[in-house]
């Protein structure tokens, strides 16, 4: 079975700081694995989504990588805001079947502080 | 960009009635759907994944005669919380994605409160 982890569980920076976020996963035979933003309440904002015979994916000031052979991604915010301030969740999928589910870590809670 | 909306985004029920969320994607067909529950402090658990004009597949631990899922058609499906209970209450999300390779895309989540 799949697990996701990710570390740490939660992340204090003062603003503009650049700050990684770690994403572990057991099998290493997965699809693709996506980045996910949510806020306090909402649902969650899909912010990258890496293939599995990628290895990075970047959009404005968030770069993922993806490391599929040691069974690890990272999310890097560059230069961070007040506005960045959220859970972030990775989930990977391990095929394309329709009926495969996407296996979620448990997310890290990050606040940028003013 | 491809919209989940989900509806409505707060509940608040009496214990023994049932309520039902609807999940739409706006901009695409999605063939699958899926369901998540979100207890506080904590990651997303699936519940089911449904497919459009079939059975929907509940995971283990899931009562599929507590949590009925329709779907009904390629643009909505619906989550019936039946008989609620106050354990029930958390906070359920759904997601969707119009192609095999896409991105999942989620709606804003429904705020479940049975008392």
């Known amino acids: 079975k799949q697990e996701v982890t990710q570390i740490p569980a939660a992340l204090s920076v003062p603003e503009g700081e650049n700050l990684v976020l770690n994403c572990s996963f057991t099998d290493s035979a997965i699809y693709n694995l996506q980045w996910f933003r949510q806020d306090p309440g909402k649902g969650l904002t899909s912010l990258l989504l890496?293939?599995?015979?990628?290895r990075e994916q970047t959009s404005g000031r968030l770069n993922a990588s993806l490391d599929k052979s040691s069974g690890r991604s990272t999310l890097y915010i560059a230069a961070s805001q007040p506005g960045d301030s959220a859970t972030y969740l990775c989930?990977?999928?391990?095929?394309?079947?329709?009926?495969?589910?996407?296996?979620f870590g448990s997310g890290t809670k990050l606040n940028v502080k003013p | 960009g491809a919209v989940v909306s989900q509806h409505p985004s707060w509940v608040i029920c009496k214990s023994g009635t049932s309520v039902k969320i609807e999940c739409r994607s706006l901009?695409?067909?999605?063939?699958?759907m899926f369901w998540y529950r979100q207890f506080p402090k904590q990651s997303l658990m699936l519940m089911a994944t449904?497919?459009?004009?079939?059975?929907?597949?509940?995971e283990q631990g899931v009562e599929k005669d507590k949590f009925l899922i329709n779907h009904a058609s390629l643009t909505l499906s619906t989550l019936t919380v039946t008989s609620a209970h106050p354990e029930d209450s958390s906070f359920y999300i759904c997601?969707?994605?119009?192609?095999?390779?896409?991105?999942?895309?989620f709606g804003n989540g429904t705020r479940l409160t049975v008392t």
């Open positions: 449904s497919n459009e004009g079939s059975k929907a597949t509940y």
């Open positions: 901009d695409f067909q999605a063939t699958t």
């Open positions: 989930a990977v999928r391990k095929s394309l079947s329709n009926f495969n589910k996407f296996y």
């Open positions: 997601s969707a994605r119009d192609q095999g390779n896409s991105p999942l895309h």
């Open positions: 890496i293939q599995s015979s990628q």
